[in-house]
Each structure stands twice: as structure tokens, then as C-alpha cells.
């Protein structure tokens, strides 16, 4: 696949620079190198006990149904203590 990325000037020079005393191409050096950003990350979060990054938006709920469930647990307790007369 081929895409286009931006670099400080300086850092494109570093980068070609490495790579070729390295006699790699760029596209092997970027690669490569996104390659173990990527297995460095996975590592990472393997090695934490943090909350993966989705669960903010999507997990982050996943009390809501025992909450929900207090809520109607509640609600059926007040309408059983009401007298026949407040019914209607």
C-alpha cells in the first residue's frame, strides 16, 4: 500500500541518512521501524494493567445493567409500599 507522511526536514535527512548506512530503502526502514512501534505498544499494554483504550467509550458502561437493575429493584419496592387508594 503506499501513502504519504510528513517529516521535519531534519528528521527526513536523519532517516535517509540511516538508512542508507544501514543499505536499507526507506520503505524497509519505515517498515521496520513502525513494525516495533507497534510490537513495542503491545508489549506495553500486555505488560500493564491499565484499561485498553476503547473501554473509555465502549466499556465504561458495563456497570450500567446492575445500575439499571437498582433502579427497577427500587422502583417495583416504592409501588408495593403504596396503598390501593394512592393507585388511583
Known amino acids: 500500500m503506499k501513502t504519504t507522511i510528513e517529516l521535519p526536514d ?10 542508507a548506512v544501514h543499505g536499507l530503502t526507506l520503505k524497509h526502514f519505515f517498515t ?23 473501554m473509555a467509550g ?8 446492575d445500575e439499571h437493575r437498582r433502579v ?6 416504592e409501588f408495593e409500599r403504596l396503598s390501593p387508594e394512592d393507585l388511583a
Open 72 to 77: 427497577l429493584e427500587a422502583i417495583e419496592d
Open 32 to 54: 521496520q521501524a513502525v513494525t516495533q512501534q507497534l510490537r513495542r505498544g503491545a508489549l506495553e499494554y500486555r505488560q500493564s494493567d491499565a484499561e485498553p483504550p476503547w
Open 10 to 19: 531534519a528528521l527526513f535527512r536523519q532517516v535517509k541518512a540511516h538508512a
Open 58 to 65: 465502549f466499556g465504561g458502561l458495563s456497570d450500567l445493567g
